[in-house]
């Protein structure tokens, strides 16, 4: 068990309706980073936030945003969705900004879109 | 632009069979960070091991070795003795730096590895 959690698991919607996906970082880490696995494009770095903020952005799509709350949780809404949406989503945390640091992965949320 | 190639697709072996994973890596930055994650059947990526780039000895870890060359940019991965257990996808990542003080992992496209009993 890493100690980042996501919920929910599994995740059922239809094509143009809105999901948000919530994690939880380990405790006492800042940084939350969010990664797409989809069977074409592999694993994909989405967004990254350092307590609160935003930091870098990659291959995220303007349909989808993110958000880190005070208490350090984060969201990721996903809206009007598409049927390539549908993948794998994990969370990841780590302690702070250096690239020494090791992202400890969330058992991720599979979406499917239909 | 980070790069990490894993060439090998699918392995098969069969069980206490030694198997090397294969992973080469593209940078320009001269401080950087390897990593090897396990994703087992249940979907979980499991961290495994972090290298960074100054440290080019090799580690082992029970059944588990990394050998590290930074003259081939090379991170492969040997499971000794393999077990059932040790099928799951494996990928090798590297850290990029995204700027406003972000790493990113840039990850391969895995490996997929089936021990048959």
């Known amino acids: 068990d890493s100690g980042v959690t996501q919920t929910p698991k599994h995740l059922i919607t239809a094509t143009g309706q809105r999901v948000t996906l919530r994690c939880s970082p380990r405790?006492?880490?800042?940084?939350v980073y969010w990664y797409q696995q989809s069977l074409d494009q592999g694993l994909q770095f989405l967004i990254h936030y350092y307590n609160g903020e935003e930091r870098a952005k990659g291959n995220i799509l303007e349909r989808f945003s993110a958000q880190q709350f005070p208490d350090l949780h984060s969201e990721l809404n996903l809206s009007s969705l598409e049927l390539g949406d549908s993948a794998l989503y994990f969370c990841?945390?780590?302690?702070?900004?250096?690239?020494?640091?090791?992202?400890?992965f969330g058992p991720g949320t599979r979406l499917l879109v239909l | 632009a980070q790069k990490v190639t894993q060439a090998q697709t699918e392995i098969s072996v069969v069980e206490k069979e030694d198997v090397t994973l294969d992973c080469v890596y593209e940078?320009?930055?001269?401080?950087?960070?390897l990593f090897w994650y396990k994703q087992p059947p249940s979907g979980e990526l499991v961290f495994l091991i972090r290298r960074n780039s100054f440290d080019e000895q090799n580690e082992i870890s029970g059944r588990y070795s990394w050998n590290f060359q930074k003259s081939t940019s090379s991170f492969n991965f040997t499971i000794t003795a393999s077990q059932v257990v040790d099928s799951a996808v494996y990928f090798c990542a590297l850290t990029a730096y995204s700027g406003a003080g972000s790493y990113q992992l840039t990850f391969g496209k895995g490996t997929k590895l089936s021990v048959i009993p």
């Open positions: 405790s006492g880490d800042l940084s």
């Open positions: 940078t320009r930055d001269t401080t950087y960070y």
């Open positions: 990841a945390s780590s302690v702070g900004l250096a690239g020494t640091e090791t992202q400890y």
